[in-house]
């Protein structure tokens, strides 16, 4: 194993050392969805009907598009959703 | 520790010449009919075709038999080792190999060279390999692609700028700088009480930059943050300002470099930054102090990232260590919850009485000027300034009289509504002299740099004293 990759924890160790994932909403109404089509072939035919299924049940959705899959998305959109969204789904097409 | 094999040992580096002037030997020993193993650090091509000649390159063998020097030449018998030599003594190799003839025509002695166990950077990887060392903090994995720093953002563990990654190399260099084991327990920092040992302090050290030499100071810093006149749970939690400002006395503080001088509460030296930091990083990860957390500070100050300095001692002066009661050789640390720092630019006085009133008029900002015996008052006089005084035959505790007569206020001046101004002492003060601070609550040090009719004032905790926040002092050990 490479040394290097290993770190001693410089807490108290209340918390665990895998980190959580964000606390998932218990439900979306009053809250905004966003989605991100990461500019793959046909993802958008997922992701239409996805927000016509949200828009269907009174969800707020916005719709984002990353420039090219090949990418990570450009800081200036990841802040945009950020500011902009309280939840995000990112659909990957294939 | 794996068994030794009987016989004769050799440890040796092509690279070191001493080495390659025992190499024939080698071949002459290994017709012998006693068993030799031979470990060579560097190149395979050292003793090549000698049986029994293991190429050592991950040192383990060499930091199993606590190589220092090569070429080194043991005898074991039944498994324990009986005898070592190191370079060329050839009294020696004579005697433990038993060929008395060995190396007749070599010179009598050469010193060897260094080995590799011992070259930097080495020794602590070797260690945390193959020694009995033993961390009791959790090992945290960090992913192939991860870079080490960020992922120390991504966890929460920095105060906002980076920090060192606390490697396992790193650490156990950091635990060199003491004495003391690293499981030996300091006490419960707070917010969260939590157990802090040598060791977590280590590894905050390591992230804040310190030295191995810093610890000690780190220690006695941290320790004198638990002492619980300090306050240190207020200290974080409070809305206002303060952070522990660490100021270090005598002799450590110059011998690991800490900056008296020029721009001594600024940036730049990174003893006073590190150790500062260290105290800081200490309170954030192991007490779980952070900010919108339990630290609420409405504003907080620069110095929650690091405020440490050392005092400009000379025997002109009383030091603040001195003045606290420890002994002018000792090395302490001194925590005052303190503000930011508020400058007095005074260019023209030139006489004691003048210069303490210009001090005293500006003391009285502390906090507000319609407030007293709330926030103690850390001064610290530059050099400048200070010769004014000594010059005068001033000693620091006369000035501290000077100015306690001084900030002797006007209670009419200072009662809520007075000045038109609705912040001020209760109206039961009118009529009466108000001391500006509590007794024992203005503390002097020295420092700065040679040039600049300046000092500064920085303002303690409003909540000072023993309902809040109380200067504490304690000695670096170990």
Redesign the interface.
Known sequence: M?????????????AP?V?ALQARPETLSGLTVGILDISKARGNVFLDRIAEQLAARGVGVKRYRKPTFTRVAPITLKQQIAAECNVLIEGLAD | MHPLPDGLIIIAKRECPTCMLVEPLIRQLAQDATPLTVYVQDDPAYAAGVPNTLLDDTLEHSYRLKAEIVPTLIRVEAGCEVERTYGWHRADWQRITGRADLGADLPPLRPGCGSKTLEPGIAEELAIRFGDNKFSSRRVEIGEGEDLMEACFERGWTDGLPVVPPTEARVLRMLAGTTRAPDDMLGLVPPDLAPCTVEKVAINAVMAGCKPEYLPIVLAAVEAALIDEFGMHGVLCTTMFCAPIVIVNGPLAKAVGMNSGVNALGQGNRANAAIGRALQLVIRNIGGGRPGELDRATLGTPGKYSFCFSEAQDSEWESLAVERGFAPQASTVTLFAGEGVQGIVDQKSRTPESLARSFALCLRAVDHPKLAMAGDALLVVSPEHSRVFIDAAWSKARLREELERLLLLPGDEMVVGAGGIAEGLPLSFAGASVPKFRPGGLIIVRAGGTAGLFSAVIAGWAASGPVGSTPVSKEITA
């Open positions: 490479n040394l290097s990759s290993i770190l001693l924890d410089p807490t108290a160790e209340r050392a980190r």
